[in-house]
């Protein structure tokens, strides 16, 4: 981002007084919009802006067998398409180094990265008969507009779309033997709802100088020195947590910073789930 020295010192001198260049704290987030239901041939989609951060993210549901390692849960995967459109940095390999290190991020954050361990989603719940039927959930982020703060973007868009998904109610055949792959029957009518109450958001902390504030604009973040991204759920869990930037940080800073994520989490959960209900009682009336 070609900023001139000035402008430089201006964002950086206006963190450091608690005044951002336009207006925020460092620990107040830009207004959140929330549409649901907006891609109509998905199980469920959200579309969510922060500020000139426009994205959308879509949930498809899919019967598949379960994995060996894990007979007994469902699988999730988490993919982002950063759109040419959206940034002139995202065309060819800009885009698609960034579409991977937010995919990555967002298994990190709401999966709990490889381990499973801390995950946000309960994918035991996506087990229909062990060993042998499960659901897969496919879950796509589109960036339509990019200025900062992508990742906790696309998390609460992924929480929105999964409080909009329905997934089809199965039925398993009762005569089928152990050995033979059972028979199901996907109900077109009766539904599931996802259960979204431990999905955690996603707090990205951007230092820039000596301080660090919460959803950077795309000028401020060009700024940083580092960033962590920490997910927490309602319950104030930890549930993941991912760092970029070359800049080191102090194992005390990091704790500071999780303890600030968990009070910011409470205001933007709050914020969010009124958004999610107000989209989702707009959609019931059209």
Known sequence: MGLSLGEKNFIKGGIAQDIRTDG????????????????????????VKMG????????????????ASHPDKGRVSIYVDCSPTAEPTFEGRGGEELSIELSTALQRCLLGGKSGAGAGIDLSSLSIVEGK????????GLVVSSDGNLLDALGAAIKAALSNTAIPKVEVAANA??????????????FLQFDTTGIPVIITLTKVGRHYIVDATAEEESQMSSAVSISVNRQGRICGLTK???????????????????????QLIDKLDSEIAAAEACDEEL
């Open 177 to 190: 033997s152990s050995d033979e792959q059972p028979e199901v029957d996907v109900s077109d009518e009766e």
């Open 133 to 140: 039927v499960c659901w897969d959930i496919y879950i796509d």
């Open 24 to 47: 925020r704290k460092r620990l107040t987030y830009r207004p959140v919009s929330v549409e649901t239901g907006v891609i109509p041939q998905a199980s469920g989609s959200a579309r």
């Open 244 to 266: 970029r930037g070359g800049a080191g940080l102090d194992p005390s800073i990091i704790l500071d910073m999780i303890s600030v994520a968990k009070h910011v989490s409470e």
């Open 52 to 67: 000139a951060t426009d994205v959308i993210a879509s949930v498809k549901a899919e019967l598949g067998k379960p994995n």
